[in-house]
């Protein structure tokens, strides 16, 4: 049987970025609590997540529904439904509008 090991004793660990684009949404919360488990000791262990822009972002929205995230950075590039383009700003004000009304 391996032995688990405090991870917090071997990595100068101080930020974990969730930047999740593909597979499933499912256990990213565990995950995310576990590791916010680790700020307890003194010291904060930041989590951030980098969802797609298209809302809300299927793989990521349940672990940010947590609130543990200190800093969420919406791709909005690469995502057709929410970049600007043709002299158009509609998609990404209204991309824009979504993602900062979710908290």
């Known amino acids: 049987m391996a032995k688990k090991e405090d991870i917090s004793s071997s990595l100068p660990l101080g930020a974990i970025d969730f930047d999740i684009e593909g597979g499933t949404g499912q256990h990213w919360n565990d995950l995310a609590w576990f ?49 600007y383009g043709s002299g158009n700003i509609g998609n990404s004000e209204d991309s824009w509008k979504q993602w900062t009304c979710f908290s």
């Open 35 to 83: 590791l916010f488990g680790y700020s307890k000791r003194g010291k904060k262990v930041h989590l951030t997540a980098a969802p797609q822009c298209p809302f809300p972002d299927a793989w990521v929205v349940i672990v940010l529904n947590t609130g543990l995230f200190d800093v969420v950075w919406v791709q909005f590039y690469n995502n057709p439904p929410c970049q």
